[in-house]
């Protein structure tokens, strides 16, 4: 079966430093990778999606960026934080079927302080 | 513009009776819906999904209707537990291919 992992978990970090947020897949092969951000307030903001190795689509201008070195690894960077970067990051997988369901991982809280 | 809306933003039910989380679509086009569990510190959690040819599908205490008339949909729980408290989301794909999620509405369930 399909699993997807992030890390870390939670994450405070000072205003200025860089970031590095992985995620990877396991038992699947090219998958679309995806990564949200989700503010307090519920709502999920797409920030980065990926359809292949080295693709990245980015959805909203701002202070971050994303790589996806391998198949199943995708990564969100920043080489400095600010504080409105802070939140709850979430990266999703989903297959090549045009109608199948994204699959989410249990996100990384970001403080910045 | 697309859009995916949910009516409330909070529901309250009494544990054991059931539970109708409403949501609005604005695209007539689209062609498959999904709804997700959100629970508190944690990514949000495939439940059911149901395409634009079928009007019901249901699941493990899970109902979704459809109704594409109005761009309606809504996920019915049976017998509501505790553990369903959480923040429920719909969620469609727009015609650029990116998944757009409604608001939420957050489901207490009371002993």
């Known amino acids: 079966s399909q699993t997807i992992h992030q890390w870390p978990a939670t994450l405070v970090q000072p205003v200025g430093s860089p970031l590095s947020l992985e995620c990877t897949v396991e038992g699947t092969s090219n998958p679309n990778l995806y990564w949200y951000r989700q503010a307090a307030g519920r709502g999920l903001q797409l920030l980065f999606y990926s359809v292949g190795i080295g693709q990245i689509s980015s959805e909203v201008p701002q202070n971050l960026s994303a790589s996806r070195p391998q198949d199943r690894q995708f990564i969100l960077s920043s080489k400095k934080l600010l504080l409105s970067d802070s939140g709850f990051y979430l990266c999703?997988?989903?297959?090549?079927?045009?109608?199948?369901?994204?699959?989410f991982g249990n996100g990384t809280r970001l403080t910045v302080t | 513009g697309e859009s995916v809306g949910l009516h409330l933003p909070t529901l309250s039910v009494q544990e054991g009776d059931n539970s109708i989380i409403n949501c609005a679509y604005s695209?007539?086009?689209?062609?498959?819906f999904i709804w997700y569990k959100q629970e508190s510190g944690k990514g949000p959690q495939f439940i059911i999904d149901?395409?634009?040819?079928?009007d019901k599908r249901q699941g493990q205490r899970v109902t979704v209707l459809l109704n594409k008339t109005v761009k309606h949909l809504s996920l019915q729980i049976a017998a509501t537990q505790p553990g369903d408290s959480a923040v429920y989301f719909c969620a469609n794909y727009n015609q650029g291919g990116k998944l757009i999620f409604g608001q939420g509405t957050e489901l207490s369930v009371k002993p």
């Open positions: 149901i395409r634009s040819n079928m």
């Open positions: 999703a997988w989903r297959g090549q079927g045009r109608n199948s369901p994204l699959h």
């Open positions: 695209n007539s086009a689209s062609d498959y």
